[in-house]
């Protein structure tokens, strides 16, 4: 671990007072000409005083802007201090949990894993379009059956076509046999380029994919591709449960990766992080930026430093050995699920180093499903799975009652 340390609550309040001091003064004020303000004191309750204790409050209420990328170019100076914690919270994420080298990467704090998703095939795009002169038609989007909405929502952003891998029905895997055969298609059919979106855990089944799979295949079809992981919900568990994993940047066929800060981690809403390899993200350039000092390379416009703070109060407060430890909590109370589910018989999908269990819907009746608040992969009567997520307050105290429920359903 090169910069993740577990600090002190008095250090973590220091270090969040030095950060709010390089973030503009309002009380002494000389930025006449920023369109911002501290948190109306008229409405919210405003005294740093009595919030000596609670550093997110007092990041709010200072309300710094983060806006552009603080990994390349120059930033605003007025929201210094916030871009500082953002940038340490980006070496934490690259290097230390993602293996990349220092200063090999950029990277910032997105509004949530649809935007860093969306930036990763915008800078695809464009880079294709811009050093291999693609036309848009040339160029397809390909990830599994199991991929996040926002993949398609971003294809039709972009106008780029997108094509859906098949995975096998009981263990999530994507067949590659198939995957070939679409390739050699969408080949024959004009595309030359590819964008992969290989997931680090799905949504609905927590199933990870191999990057590897794709690179080889399009390596043996001599394919131009560029593979971006979604690691919106894997990306504070996997890298820490698997420790051979080959979902990282020491993957040199992975160029960027998605991780959201607002589900695993616990962070505020509105907080997801985009990291890419150097020399990829000058593709989404917006030269019009010009009033944004260091111009802005993001998807998002302006965007919340507080947000980045929070993320920045949970790495450190925690630190690698905390966070493993939480980890391995949740681990256990999914292993301990399973083993449940293995004695009565009942059928499920669990990748063994995520805290998911996806279980056939014919062992759990509609009602049992509501009562305990599942999640249903389809909202229609063409539904085969009802998944379980063991987030930090999912406790066996919850899951005995409900596996109770489902042994009696059976017999
Ligand atoms: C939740 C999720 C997303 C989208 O994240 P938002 O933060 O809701 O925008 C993308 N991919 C995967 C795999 C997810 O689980």
Not at 156 to 173: C, E, G, S, T, Y
Not at 190 to 211: H, L, Q, R, W
Not at 269 to 298: M, N, P, Q, S, W
Request: charged content about 20%.
């Amino acid at each position: 671990m090169k910069y993740w340390k577990k600090y002190s609550t008095e250090t973590i309040n220091k270090k969040i007072d030095n950060a709010l001091k390089h973030v503009i003064d309002f009380e002494n004020n000389k930025w006449l000409g920023f369109p911002v303000s501290k948190l109306d004191p008229n409405v919210f309750f405003n005294n740093i005083a009595f919030l000596g204790d609670a550093p997110l409050l007092r990041s709010y209420i200072a309300n710094p802007n983060n806006i552009g990328c603080h990994t390349y170019g120059t930033s605003e100076a007025a929201f210094k201090g916030a871009q500082d914690l953002e940038k340490e919270v980006i070496n934490v994420l690259a290097a230390d949990i993602f293996k990349a080298e220092p200063n090999t990467f950029d990277g910032y704090i997105a509004t949530g894993g649809t935007e860093a998703n969306i930036q990763a095939l915008w800078i695809y795009r464009n880079l294709f379009m811009t050093e291999y002169q693609a036309k848009a038609d040339e160029i397809v989007i390909l990830s599994s059956e199991d991929t996040h909405y926002s993949i398609p929502k971003g294809s039709n952003l972009l106008q780029i076509d997108a094509v859906k891998i098949p995975v096998d029905f009981d263990n999530r895997i994507i067949i590659s046999s198939e995957l070939e055969n679409i390739i050699i298609q969408q080949k024959s059919q004009g595309k030359k380029y590819f964008i992969v979106v290989s997931n680090m855990a799905t949504t609905m089944f927590g199933s990870v994919d191999d990057p590897d799979v794709y690179a080889n295949l399009l390596n043996k079809h001599k394919c131009p591709f560029k593979i971006h992981i979604d690691g919106a919900f894997g990306g504070f568990i996997y890298p820490f449960s698997n420790a051979e994993s080959t979902v990282s940047f020491a993957n040199p066929n992975v160029s960027s990766i998605t991780i959201d800060a607002h589900k695993m981690l616990q962070a505020p809403y509105g907080t997801g992080v985009f990291l890419c390899r150097k020399g990829l993200i000058k593709h989404t350039l917006t030269k019009e930026a010009k009033y944004v000092e260091g111009l802005d390379l993001t998807l998002v416009g302006s965007r919340s430093g507080a947000n980045a703070i929070a993320v920045w109060l949970i790495l450190f407060k925690y630190g690698p050995n905390g966070w493993f430890e939480k980890i391995n909590t949740l681990l256990l109370r999914t292993n301990w699920l399973c083993k449940q589910l293995d004695t009565k018989g009942i059928q499920y999908f669990r990748d063994p180093f995520m805290n998911i269990v996806t279980i056939k819907s014919a062992y759990v009746p509609d009602d049992i499903a509501h009562k305990y608040g599942l999640v249903s992969a389809t909202h229609d009567e063409t539904n085969q799975w009802q998944k379980i997520v063991v987030m930090d307050h999912v406790e066996i105290d919850d899951l005995e009652p409900f596996v109770k429920e489902l042994e009696d359903f059976k017999n």
